[in-house]
């Protein structure tokens, strides 16, 4: 490429400018839809798609002793902020508790409870399943796995975007 010539970047094609404007929205159509829908899978216990997010960030095998708050809140991608609120009310439900970091005293960690693991495990584990299966109708496991390669693609470059972006705020 010449110096004078722009990258695809500085000069945008407009067909994939309105495919990328298609495809933005359709995900946040998509994450509206979630809300609204995946909310009545787990109604039934008492849970919003939020809670339902954390409970599945903390099931995993990696989390089993518990996650540091910056560390939930990262993986979520959600401010610390919004995510303490949210814990409050899942701690008052006797959904999760926080236990002193067994390497950092001064820090805490947040676990599932018992009767946390007993709704993400079985209560609401049948009408999630129910959910997902209707939700992914016409998918093949084929279908997933690239639905999620190109998603996970996608979420790196924003992540680096994000980084970009607050890297530009601290030299500013």
Same mark, same amino acid.
């Given at each position: ?7 695809? $970047?500085?000069?945008?094609?407009? +067909? $994939?400018?309105?495919? @990328?404007?298609? +495809? ?9 839809? +979630?809300? %609204? ?6 109604? @039934? ?10 409970? #599945? =960030?903390?099931? $995993?095998?990696?989390?089993?002793? #518990?996650? #540091? ?10 401010? $610390? ?6 814990l409050s009310r899942m701690e008052a439900a006797g959904y999760v508790h926080s236990v002193p970091d067994p390497v950092d005293k001064r ?7 018992? =009767? ?8 609401? @584990? ?11 109708? #016409? ?13 996970? %693609?996608? +979420? ?17």
């Amino acid at each position: 490429m010449s110096k004078n010539s722009k990258s695809p $970047r500085e000069n945008p094609n407009p +067909l $994939r400018t309105d495919l @990328a404007n298609r +495809l933005y929205f359709k995900l946040y159509q998509c994450a509206n839809m +979630l809300h %609204k829908t995946g909310t009545k899978a787990v109604e @039934a216990q008492g849970l919003t798609t939020q809670q339902w997010a954390v409970m #599945g =960030a903390l099931s $995993r095998d990696e989390s089993a002793q #518990g996650m #540091g708050m910056g560390d939930l809140a990262r993986y979520l991608l959600v401010s $610390r902020q919004n995510l303490t609120g949210l814990l409050s009310r899942m701690e008052a439900a006797g959904y999760v508790h926080s236990v002193p970091d067994p390497v950092d005293k001064r820090s805490r960690l947040v676990q599932l409870t018992p =009767a946390g693991q007993q709704v993400w495990q079985h209560d609401a @584990a049948e009408s999630i399943g129910r959910y997902y299966e209707q939700a992914l109708e #016409g998918f093949s496991s084929n279908d997933m796995v690239h639905t999620l390669h190109y998603l996970l %693609k996608l +979420l790196d470059n924003m992540k680096a975007i994000d980084v970009q972006q607050n890297a530009g705020k601290e030299e500013g």
